[in-house]
């Protein structure tokens, strides 16, 4: 069997489709699924040393990219802006529909998003929010299996397509930094925090109006930077270490020995956040400094599996909550996530 992954990068590009494709087709190996390709929409900046075949995506002719490869199988990771900078990438649907009318494949479709909208109409999404659906109508219907990495986007999907389903599993998200490489040996330093993901998301973190605060209240002396660009950040009592972009080994460590990792990131919505789930995987108290109110999904509990501002993290048994998010993220670990999907592609 022949599989064709269909994602926007591949590492060391800093794009969490593209670290979740290639953890899934190295687990994919170790399941016996050898024969495993990609195509990628911004080739450019894929690795070198990625052992399978990595294909750039022609936007014009989709079609005869699937023609000469003629895989067997399709794993598109899906995220509209990640194909398109509108956020409409028509190309997707009408190439795998093209193929699927001419040779027997099987298309399993992974939604990481689904659509965005705005109220402003002087924004695109106010007037591209219905062709988004569309697109993702089309995916779906295309689609033997789908995927989300959240509740709430499950619930998005099956409200979109009127009906509740067995062809819409939520899996959750694996952490983008292998889980694999969790140290349980390794101690914790309890006055270390690991502030890690991508430019934006670190400086919304830096920015927090609550972020000092909380760096006095737990007693942080110590802060990993860990990503893309560099972002801003003094304090008298705080070391304050940048370590850029580093190789998913290096990440590893040090998660391993950071206590706390900061995050600013809607609650809702907070299961589907490969930062988080790096976070979990590791055993890093998440502390998250969105205080926007919502329901919380994906079975995550304030206080227990991770913290916002308002919870009293100060009484909180360091070693048991360690445990608790241990306990949460081994549910949706790469081993339980590869599992359910490989279970699709026999």
Not at 37 to 55: G, H, P, R, W
Request: charged share 25%; net charge positive.
């Amino acid at each position: 069997m022949s599989i064709l992954h269909i994602t926007p990068a591949l590492p060391p590009a800093i794009n969490g489709l593209g670290d979740f494709s290639k953890i899934l087709v190295d687990n994919l190996k170790e399941k016996g699924f050898k024969k495993n390709s990609f195509l990628v929409y911004d080739k450019d900046q894929s690795n070198d040393e990625v052992e399978e075949a990595v294909i750039q995506l022609n936007r014009k002719d989709l079609y005869g990219d699937l023609e000469k490869l003629r895989p067997d199988t399709i794993i598109l990771h899906y995220v509209g802006y990640a194909y398109e900078k509108n956020g409409l990438p028509f190309y997707l649907y009408l190439g795998l529909e093209k193929y699927k009318k001419n040779y027997v494949c099987k298309i399993l479709v992974f939604f990481h998003e689904l659509y965005s909208s705005s109220y402003n109409p002087f924004k695109l999404p106010f007037y591209s929010h219905y062709f988004q659906k569309k697109i993702v109508e089309k995916l779906y219907n295309l689609s033997f299996i789908t995927f989300t990495n959240c509740e709430v986007y499950k619930t998005m999907l099956q409200k979109l397509i009127k009906k509740r389903t067995s062809n819409n599993i939520c899996t959750g998200i694996y952490s983008n930094i292998p889980d694999n490489l969790f140290k349980s040996e390794i101690d914790k330093i309890n006055h270390l925090m690991a502030v890690f993901g991508s430019n934006t998301r670190r400086r919304a973190v830096y920015t927090n109006r609550g972020f000092l605060n909380l760096l006095e209240k737990i007693k942080v002396k110590e802060i990993y930077d860990i990503g893309p660009g560099s972002v801003s950040f003094s304090h008298p009592s705080i070391n304050f270490v940048a370590k850029g972009s580093l190789p998913p080994n290096e990440v590893a460590i040090l998660l391993n020995k950071a206590r706390f990792g900061a995050i600013e990131y809607p609650a809702d919505i907070l299961g589907k956040s490969g930062i988080f789930s790096a976070y979990a995987a590791f055993g890093v108290i998440a502390i998250n400094l969105n205080l926007k109110e919502g329901i919380l999904y994906d079975k995550l509990v304030e206080g227990k599996n991770y913290f916002t501002l308002d919870t009293n993290i100060i009484e909180a048994d360091f070693e048991i909550i360690e445990e608790e998010i241990k306990k949460w993220y081994s549910t949706r670990s790469t081993k339980q996530i590869t599992k359910v999907i490989a279970k699709y592609l026999i």
